[in-house]
């Protein structure tokens, strides 16, 4: 068990030498044992005050992280700051990767600063220009499993997505349950806080035809928020991804689905944006269109690598 006060925990090896220190009190003394061991807390309590006012190395640098939140920006100038703290405030460590193409606004200027704020937790991939939604997660998909991260997520910049839901899709990967968990609007009726009706309709239909068409289990095919494995990213062949938009969020779960993985989800509620403007177009809903019908007909000849089990997997 680790000792941990006020956000700093204490090393493994003070930590196992407090135990032992106690447990041969509680052998020599007896009774007596129990009540040094409650003087020894509250020693303890005052040592780590004193050390804490002086400041050692946070908690949150003294190991490497296993997750990476991957958010694309495009003009998310009254919102890129905000999220990244959000998502460094869980009770979980979640480093973040920030993918940027060149934002007009700055903002890339803005996670520059948030990264000498949080050194080692905060990471920005530039792009030249606005390359697009899909590219610009392929590119940060290789840079996270170039880093060792073991679960990668997807999130948009502007709050439709609650970053308190990224520790339920980590559980839910976690346990084996899924390998890669969606954050569905669907999966228990409609999700979706003040979208026009217009555009919520849309979206979930689209979601039905896409089910139609290509076979897949998932209720919201489209949702950006989710969490994948590290295997499922190193076996789906990346460069073969060719969708940018809406598109390419369905082909990445129908892709990982072919390869035979669990594409699970898991209800969240999306929000619009209150902050900064849409950047999804109108060439975005139609290559979602008849590229859904491509993923299928190319699906008939394609060889799917596929997923290597791991007996451990297999126990959860
Ligand atoms: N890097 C990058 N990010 C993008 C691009 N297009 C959209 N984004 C980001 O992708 C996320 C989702 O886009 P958004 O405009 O909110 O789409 P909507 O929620 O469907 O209206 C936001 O964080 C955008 O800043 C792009 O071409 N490149
Ligand atoms: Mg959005």
């Known amino acids: 068990m680790v000792i941990s006060y006020k956000g700093y925990r204490l090393s493994q090896r003070v930590t196992e030498a407090f135990w032992k220190i106690n447990r041969m009190g509680f052998t020599v003394f007896g009774g007596m044992g129990v009540f040094l061991g409650v003087i020894s807390l509250v020693i303890l309590q005052q040592v780590c005050n004193f050390v804490t006012s002086k400041s050692i190395i946070p908690a949150e640098l003294e190991s490497k992280s296993e997750s990476v939140v991957i958010i694309p920006t495009y003009n998310e100038k009254e919102n890129v700051a905000a999220i990244i703290d959000a998502v460094l405030a869980l009770p979980r460590r979640f480093d973040v990767l920030v993918v940027d193409d060149n934002s007009p606004d700055g903002t890339a200027a803005i ?65 084996g349950k899924m390998d890669v968990a969606v954050g569905s609007r669907y999966i228990t009726g409609v999700n979706v806080v003040n979208w026009p009706m ?99 007909i190319s699906s008939w000849t394609r060889k799917y690598p596929k997923a290597v089990v791991n007996p451990s997997d297999t126990e959860a």
């Open 198 to 296: 217009g555009r919520v309709l849309m979206s979930y239909f689209a979601s039905k035809y896409v089910r139609f068409i290509t076979g897949l289990k998932v209720a919201d095919t489209t949702a950006g928020f989710c969490c994948y494995r590290r295997k499922v990213l190193e076996t789906m062949e990346l460069d073969k991804i060719r969708f940018k938009g809406y598109a390419f969020q369905i082909e990445m779960k129908f892709t990982a689905s072919k390869c035979g993985f669990k594409v699970g989800e898991v209800p969240i509620i999306f929000v619009n944006r209150v902050l900064g403007t849409s950047k999804m177009s109108s060439g975005i809903f139609s290559e979602a269109f008849f590229g859904v019908m491509k993923l299928k």
């Open 111 to 175: 996670v520059k600063e948030k990264i000498k704020e949080h050194p080692g937790r905060v990471d920005l991939l530039e792009r030249k220009g606005k390359l697009g939604l899909g590219t610009a997660y392929i590119a940060g998909f290789k840079r996270a499993l170039d880093n060792g991260y073991e679960y990668i997520f997807e999130m948009d910049a502007d709050f439709s997505h609650n970053p308190q839901d990224l520790l339920k899709l980590y559980d839910a990967c976690n346990s």
